[in-house]
């Protein structure tokens, strides 16, 4: 029996999705928990270049779009990828569609809730106390 049986991917147990009950639509959203490659993945995409000095190009973050791209990779119900969804609100593409069908205080809940499942949301000193007590 190996010494990591429990950390054998058969042995791991499965993210569950989330229901999050929004106040203006009919049944919950649910979410799920981003991985920490997809994550990884999504960090890349939000950093972009822009003029620097001396002509010099600089990478910068841009933290908006990270945590939409996070949000919308979340969302596994309603599919934010539906076409007819996206023409009901009259746009292309998930993240547009998240922008239009969302409210700022929404979209609020959704990005304190996918850090919560995700792990994202304790800080370093907090795991750090947790695990002294």
């Known amino acids: ?8 991917k058969e042995n791991v147990g499965q993210a569950e999705l989330v229901e999050l009950p929004l106040a203006r639509f009919g049944e919950s959203i649910k979410i799920r928990p981003i991985p920490s490659d997809e994550a990884d993945l999504i960090n890349d995409r939000c950093f972009k270049n822009i003029p620097g000095k001396k002509g010099r190009q600089e990478r910068v973050f841009d933290p908006v779009a990270y945590n939409r791209r996070m949000n919308v990779a979340s969302i596994v119900h ?45 800080s370093l000193e907090d795991q750090i106390d947790e695990v002294k007590n």
Request: hydrophobic share 40%; charged share 25%; no cysteine.
């Open 1 to 8: 029996m190996s010494k990591f049986q429990a950390f054998m």
């Open 78 to 122: 309603p599919d934010l990828n539906d076409t007819e969804l996206q023409q009901s609100y009259g746009v292309r593409g998930a993240e547009a569609l998240y922008g239009k069908m969302f409210l700022a205080g929404e979209t609020s809940l959704i990005s304190e809730k996918v850090q919560e499942i995700s792990g994202l949301d304790e």
